[in-house]
C-alpha cells in the first residue's frame, strides 16, 4: 500500500498518518466528499501539493482530502482556466510557453494551482492577485459550487479569508494573463523585463540558489518554503533595531503611516541564527542557502521542525522585540 503519511504528502517531510486519504481527480468527486465528510462531523484536512503544511507526528484524527483535479485551458485569447490540483509550476510552463505572461515570476513555486488564492502566493515583486479574476468553490458552509470574484477573497500579502479559515474549497481557477513577448517588470533586475521564456529561466535560477525550487537530492529545499513572514512593526521599533545592530541598510518598507515592513530572513542572520543553524548534524536546520527556510535533513520529526521554529522565534523576539508569525499553516499540534 502507499505510504499516506504526511511525512510523503508534504515538503517538510514530517508528519504522521491520516485517519484516511481520500484522492479526488474531479472537482464534482472533491465537492463530493468534502460535503460527505462535513455530514458526517468527520475532521479534513485539503492538502494540494503540500508545501505549506507543518503537519504533527504520530496518528491525526483527520482524513485527508488530496486535490488532484488537472487541466489547463485557454478559454479566450489569453484567460486560463484551472483545475486546483494542477502543479501550479505547470501553469506558469504553459502561459509562458502560449506567449502569456503575467505568471512568469511565480514560477518554481511548489504546489498545486488551487492552493495560490490560498495565501495569494508571491515572489519577486507580484502575486496571484495581480491575474486572479474568479475561482470557483465549493462553500462548506452553504454546500453551494459557485464562483466567486477574486475581490471577495481579500487578497493582501500571504493571506486570504481562505487561509486559516476552511470556509470553501478551491476547485478551479481562472487567470487573466497579457499577450506579450516581455516579462513583467523583474524587481531582482532593477525593473529589466527579458523574453517571456528568458525570464522564467531567470527566476528558476535565482530560485534554485536559494533552495527555493524542490529538488529530492537538496535537503536546502525539504522545507515549506520561508517559515516566517516579515513582520510589519511600527517605524519607532524599526528605528531601534536599526540603531541596535548598528549597521546601515536594514531592508525597510513603508506600509502606511506610522508602520514598516521588515525582512524576517534579516531579523533571523542579525539575532544570531546564520544559514544552518544549528549545524552539522541537527535533523532540523536553517536551509545552508536562506535563513528563512527551516529544513529537514532528512531524519526531522515534526517536533525537530517546531522545536526549531520556536528556538528562532523566540531567539528574535528577545533580540528586537519582534514575534515572528509562521507562514504555513500548522495542523495537530
Ligand atoms: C521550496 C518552497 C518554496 C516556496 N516558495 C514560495 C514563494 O515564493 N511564495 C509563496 O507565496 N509561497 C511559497 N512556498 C509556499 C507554498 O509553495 C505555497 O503556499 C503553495 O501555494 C502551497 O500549495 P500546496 O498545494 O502545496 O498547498 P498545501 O500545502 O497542500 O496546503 C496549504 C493550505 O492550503 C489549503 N489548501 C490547499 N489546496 C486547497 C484548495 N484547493 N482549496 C482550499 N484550500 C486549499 C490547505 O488546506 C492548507 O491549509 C514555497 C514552498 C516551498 C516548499
New binding site residues.
Given amino acids: 500500500m502507499p505510504d499516506s503519511s504526511f511525512a510523503s504528502l508534504?515538503?517538510l517531510r514530517v508528519g504522521g498518518a491520516p485517519a484516511e486519504l481520500i484522492r479526488c481527480t474531479t472537482a464534482a468527486d472533491i465537492a463530493a466528499t468534502v460535503a460527505r465528510l462535513d455530514a458526517a462531523g468527520t475532521p479534513l484536512?485539503?492538502?494540494?501539493?503540500?508545501?505549506?503544511?507543518v503537519v504533527a507526528d504520530g496518528a491525526l484524527d483527520l482524513t485527508a482530502v488530496l486535490?488532484a483535479n488537472e487541466g489547463i485551458e485557454l478559454i479566450d485569447d489569453s484567460t486560463l482556466r484551472v483545475a486546483?490540483g494542477t502543479t501550479?509550476d505547470e501553469v506558469v510552463a504553459y502561459a509562458v510557453a502560449q506567449g502569456l505572461g503575467g505568471i512568469e515570476t511565480l514560477s518554481g513555486?511548489?504546489?498545486?494551482a488551487?492552493?495560490?488564492p490560498?495565501?495569494n502566493?508571491?515572489?519577486y515583486g507580484s502575486e496571484i492577485a495581480d491575474v486572479l479574476t474568479r475561482v470557483r468553490l465549493y462553500n462548506r458552509e452553504t454546500g453551494a459550487d459557485e464562483w466567486a470574484p477574486a475581490d471577495s477573497l481579500e487578497l493582501a500579502y500571504?493571506y486570504s479569508n481562505?487561509?486559516f479559515t476552511?470556509r470553501?474549497?478551491?476547485l478551479e481557477i481562472e487567470l487573466a494573463l497579457e499577450r506579450t513577448e516581455l516579462s513583467i517588470p523583474l524587481r531582482h533586475l532593477g525593473g529589466e523585463r527579458l523574453p517571456l521564456a528568458e525570464a522564467r529561466e531567470n527566476i528558476l535560477a535565482t530560485r534554485r540558489a536559494k533552495?527555493?525550487?524542490?529538488d529530492d537530492a537538496d535537503c536546502d529545499?525539504w522545507?515549506?518554503?520561508?517559515f516566517f513572514t516579515n513582520p510589519v512593526v511600527p517605524s519607532a521599533l524599526a528605528d531601534e533595531i536599526e540603531a541596535k545592530v548598528g549597521e546601515a541598510g536594514m531592508p525597510r518598507y513603508a506600509v502606511g503611516g506610522t508602520e514598516e515592513k521588515l525582512s524576517a530572513a534579516w531579523l533571523i542572520e542579525h539575532a544570531g541564527f546564520p544559514r544552518g543553524y544549528p549545524g552539522e548534524g541537527a535533523p532540523a536546520r536553517l536551509s545552508t542557502k536562506h535563513t528563512l527556510?527551516l529544513t529537514n535533513r532528512g531524519s526531522a520529526t515534526a517536533a525537530d521542525i517546531v522545536d526549531l521554529a520556536r528556538d528562532v522565534q523566540a531567539g528574535v523576539e528577545e533580540q528586537f522585540g519582534v514575534r515572528l508569525v509562521p507562514e504555513p499553516?500548522w495542523i495537530g499540534f
Avoid at 513555486?109 to 498545486?112: H, L, R, T
Avoid at 533552495?211 to 524542490?214: D, F, Q, Y
Avoid at 522545507?223 to 520561508?226: I, L, M, Q, V
Fill in positions: 508534504t515538503t484536512l485539503v492538502v494540494g501539493g503540500g508545501s505549506n503544511l486535490v486546483a501550479w513555486i511548489p504546489g498545486s488551487g492552493a495560490t490560498v495565501q502566493v508571491g515572489a500571504r481562505l487561509k476552511n470553501a474549497v478551491v533552495g527555493m525550487v524542490l529545499t522545507s515549506a518554503g520561508s527556510a499553516v
